[in-house]
């Protein structure tokens, strides 16, 4: 059968028109439950291409005061369905006079992914607590399915961490040792993910509400960003060739 050949259109500077090139984007997010709630990490590194287009985005995005939302894919969408998801949340707990259970948040985040799933490029990871069923993290990739994660890794990045994620998991961790593991988990992405990179942001939602913390590469002082030493490489010459 034949195919029409699709026409590359060109710009016209006099009308301000100037076509764009399809984009990937690219992040990586981390997020862990323990007894007592979840903690979760992101980079802060946003792309379009080859094109670093911010350094210091902010991808874990509040709800509410132990609701948070950590975004992947094209950042107006997952800014646009946030902001919606937030109203909508407000409006049910006036009328109801009291909270919305997590569960209850992440099917409304899957309603819209799903409902949108055509005109949308949008993946998140619901973390938040309750007094109902305590911490809890739910995954929602692209396409709009739902599920509840014990310990998850989402965007470019998550594909060379999954298996460090694998072999650190462990029933009953604490607050602690999820955050250093999540922490390790963002460091080593960043470190082979070329899309991902930045500063590493960490959350703690528990109880108490939501807690932040910022890990810089450049900080010498408080916490300290992890740091990855790879086995001395050889030399690239053939070993006839004198090596200065």
């Excluded at 949340?89 to 409304?108: F, K, N, T």
Aim: aromatic residues 8%; charged residues 20%; contains cysteine.
């Amino acid at each position: 059968m034949d195919m029409m050949k699709e026409e590359k259109r060109e710009a016209i500077p006099a009308i301000g028109f100037y076509p764009r090139e399809p984009i990937s984007t690219g992040t990586t997010l981390i997020a862990m439950e323990y007894e007592g709630g979840v903690v979760v990490g992101t980079d802060s590194r946003t792309s379009a291409g080859s094109f670093i287009s911010s350094r210091a985005t902010d991808k874990i995005t509040p709800i509410n005061e132990q609701l948070v939302v950590c975004r992947s894919g094209s950042a107006a969408d997952t800014q646009c369905v946030a902001d919606v998801v937030k109203y909508v949340l407000e409006v049910y707990s006036m009328m109801e006079a009291e909270p919305v259970s997590i569960y209850r948040s992440a099917q409304i985040f899957r309603r819209y992914l799903y409902d949108y799933r055509e005109q949308m490029s949008a993946s998140v990871l619901v973390a938040g607590f309750d007094e109902k069923q305590g911490g809890q993290l739910y995954a929602i990739p692209l396409g709009g399915f739902v599920t509840r994660q014990r310990c998850t890794a989402s965007g470019s990045g998550s594909t060379f961490v999954q298996g460090f994620l694998d072999s650190q998991w462990k029933e009953g961790m604490t607050e602690a040792e999820c955050v250093e593991v999540v922490k390790k988990a963002v460091s080593l992405a960043t470190f082979r993910d070329g899309s991902s990179g930045g500063v590493i942001r960490i959350a703690v939602i528990d109880s108490s509400g939501t807690r932040r913390q910022l890990l810089r590469p450049d900080r010498l002082e408080g916490p300290q960003f992890p740091k990855v030493v790879l086995p001395p490489a050889y030399p690239v010459f053939p070993p006839h060739v004198i090596q200065n």
